[in-house]
């Protein structure tokens, strides 16, 4: 809701803030449920998920994207979850955003599971990117992380998205101290090896027991050093704009590995995104404290407009960054695979 100590501007047109950001990435959580329990997302028992009524119909999801692109400017709709591709009309979804004018580039982030049934289909409706989560080339250790015996899966999905004309496919990768840094350059090694673009990324606090410790965090520095053993770093040369991942060149290039630092190098001047919740609540940012209902509006009858304007309100209202660093910091009460990547 409007902030009344920070009235929004009557003639803000897209998702603009108090501190001169635009936001025009859309990431869009299509379910809460996962087909993984890994060890720093959630229990072994899973969550309390969302009632099928709370969840946004696909109707309603795409409606909600016509208005950020149509009405807002999002330029980009990446959709997250939980698992995306356990939503049974996610081909649809990705078609109709597709189809929308002007078109966005259309991207999913996934664990993978299945992505070798649907990766065809998928590019086919006008997926774009895919990133692929994966934490480890070793079985036992993947079983350990996610308490699941699916790393074939994973890997048979990465080939497939690969097949399909997905490119470049993403792979994110969070290491954590003890359990798999020491496996940076394996994955590398990997990556390079099959056409892949791998991504490290920092443990963040959005765990739903909330066990984050700073000092369990493999932060940027310590990867950066332990790729540089045996690689050749080199930044790459174009500006890295509102992207999350600092890159560099591997041995020269082509081959790129990125490294996104939301704790220890925050981008949050720079942030571009606006986030979606599978229940239909929009946050400003990833840490948010406060979430809008869209969903009651969609359902109470407001108009396109009504909605765009909530939506502004929203973004008007976002904070300076995340504040992760700072002692105060109150981690959010949604885990990450309730709040969508």
Known sequence: MPDP???????????????????????????????????????????????????????????????AVELLGVEEVRFTGGEPLIRAGLVRIVEATAGLGPRPVVSLTTNGIGLDKTARALVEAGLTRV???????????????????????????????HAA???????????????????AVD??????????????????????????????????????????????????????????????????????????ASVTRPFCSACDRTRLTADGQVRSCLFARTETDLRALLRGGATDDEIADAWRDVMWGKGPGHQVGDQEFVQPDRPMSAIGG
């Open 5 to 67: 100590a920070f009235p929004r501007p009557a003639s803000t047109a897209g998702l603009a803030d108090r501190f001169g950001r635009v936001a025009t990435d859309l990431r869009v959580s299509l379910t809460d449920k996962c087909n993984l329990r890994c060890t720093y997302c959630m229990p072994a028992e899973g969550l309390a998920w969302l009632g099928s009524d709370r969840l946004l119909s696909d109707d309603e999801i795409v409606r909600l994207v016509r208005i």
């Open 131 to 161: 990133n692929v989560s994966l934490d480890t080339l070793d079985r036992e250790r993947f079983l350990q992380l996610t308490r699941r015996d699916r790393l074939d899966q994973v890997l048979a999905g990465l080939q497939h998205a």
């Open 165 to 183: 004309g997905l490119a470049p496919v993403k792979v994110n990768t969070v290491l954590m101290r003890g359990v798999n840094d020491h496996e």
């Open 187 to 260: 994955l590398l090694r990997f990556c390079r090896d099959h056409g892949y673009e791998l991504r490290f990324i920092e443990q963040m606090p959005l765990d739903a027991q909330h066990g984050w410790s700073r000092t369990g965090m493999v932060t940027a520095a310590e990867i950066l050093d332990r790729l540089s053993e045996e690689v050749a770093l080199t930044p790459t040369p174009h500006a890295r704009g509102a992207a999350p991942a600092e890159t560099w060149l591997v041995d020269g290039g082509p081959d790129v590995v990125g490294v996104i």
